[in-house]
């Protein structure tokens, strides 16, 4: 009859289980994904029109190094040093495009949010530890031998209301 009963357990702890991996995996689906949208193009430069009072390195004006005209080494440090740790166009995009995830992360928090909590445990008790008096088979008083079984299921909300505006800026 033991040996029955605890089969009996196990399956319901299986079952238990599965319904609960399905209801988190259907939960997961209701995650919200934001989607960027199509990408910008890159324009060329040859489309790329100027107004007539702007010239560019290629036309003399200003020149590639403009400034060794002066002839000072600290200027020609300081350039240098400013043109070798100048991001390209690339790392300013996805600095740019951080930033941005960034803010939306921010605003995100500031809506309602809604959390769910499941949790089973079962454990095997000893009759000689303290849950000793629940690892009796005595299906009459509600104890089904050495088997305890805990659930939890929670639900909870939280709302942040932005009163003096410290989220705003």
């Known amino acids: 009859m033991t040996a029955r009963s605890s089969r009996g357990g196990s399956s319901w702890c299986r079952h238990t289980?599965?319904?609960?991996?399905?209801?988190?995996?259907?939960?997961?689906?209701?995650?919200?994904?934001?989607?960027?949208?199509t990408p910008r193009a890159e324009i060329a430069p040859a489309?790329?029109?100027?107004?007539?009072?702007?010239?560019?390195?290629?036309d003399g004006w200003p020149a590639a190094r403009w400034w060794t005209r002066y002839h000072d080494a600290q200027l020609d440090a300081l350039i240098d040093?400013?043109?070798?740790?100048?991001?390209?166009?690339?790392?300013?995009?996805t600095r740019v495009a951080q930033a941005r995830s960034d803010v939306e992360l921010v605003s995100a928090g500031l809506g309602l949010q809604v959390a769910a909590l499941a949790q089973l445990d079962r454990e095997h008790v000893s009759a000689n530890g303290f849950l000793g008096p629940f690892a009796r088979n005595e299906p009459a008083l509600g104890l089904t031998g050495p088997w305890y079984t805990e659930g939890?299921?929670?639900?909870?909300a939280s709302l942040d209301v932005d009163i003096w505006g410290k989220q705003r800026a």
Request: aromatic share 0%; with cysteine; glycine share 14%.
């Open 81 to 93: 040093q400013a043109l070798g740790n100048a991001p390209t166009m690339v790392i300013a995009r």
């Open 47 to 58: 489309q790329i029109k100027l107004a007539n009072d702007i010239h560019l390195a290629r």
């Open 17 to 37: 289980l599965g319904v609960a991996g399905l209801l988190c995996v259907c939960l997961a689906g209701c995650a919200l994904i934001h989607h960027n949208g």
């Open 152 to 156: 939890i299921v929670g639900l909870g």
